[in-house]
C-alpha cells in the first residue's frame, strides 16, 4: 500500500487549501483514512478521518467547521478542504490508511499501518 499526499503549499490567513491523498495497492473502500499534521517542534496531531467508506467524520476539535474530509472510493482518493486557515494550522500534513482500525482508534496514530510522505502547508502573511 502506498499513499501519496499533495495540494500543500503557502496561503495566506484566511485562505483556503485543499489535500488530496490518492492511494495505491491493496486499498478499498473498506479501510479506514484520515489526516494529521506535524508542526515543527510538536508531535503528530490528529486532524480528521473517515471510518471505512460509509462511518462519519471525526475532526479534532481545533478544524472543526473549517476542516472537510472527503472521500472519492472510486478514485481511491482522501480529500481535506481546508479553509479560514490560521497561523497555527502550518504543519506538514500527513494521510494514514488502516484496514484495521476501530472507531475509537481514529485519533490514535498508532492504529495507522500506512503513512503518506507528508505535504507541507504553510500559513502566512
Known amino acids: 500500500v502506498q499513499l501519496q499526499a499533495s495540494g500543500g503549499g503557502l496561503v495566506q490567513p484566511g485562505g483556503s487549501l485543499r489535500l488530496s491523498c490518492t492511494a495505491s495497492?491493496?486499498?478499498?473502500?473498506?479501510?479506514?483514512m484520515g489526516w494529521f499534521r506535524r508542526a515543527p517542534g510538536k508531535d503528530h496531531e490528529f486532524v480528521a478521518a473517515i471510518f471505512r467508506s460509509y462511518g462519519r467524520p471525526s475532526y479534532a476539535d481545533s478544524v472543526k467547521g473549517r476542516f472537510t474530509i472527503s472521500r472519492d472510493n472510486a478514485k481511491k482518493t482522501l480529500y481535506l478542504q481546508m479553509n479560514s486557515l490560521k497561523a497555527e494550522d502550518t504543519a506538514v500534513y500527513f494521510c494514514?490508511?488502516?484496514?484495521?482500525?476501530?472507531?475509537?482508534?481514529?485519533?490514535?496514530?498508532?492504529?495507522?499501518?500506512?503513512w503518506g510522505q507528508g505535504t507541507q502547508v504553510t500559513v502566512s502573511s
Open positions: 494514514a490508511a488502516s484496514n484495521r482500525i476501530i472507531y475509537s482508534e481514529l485519533s490514535n496514530r498508532n492504529a495507522y499501518a500506512y
Open positions: 495497492g491493496r486499498t478499498d473502500s473498506s479501510w479506514t
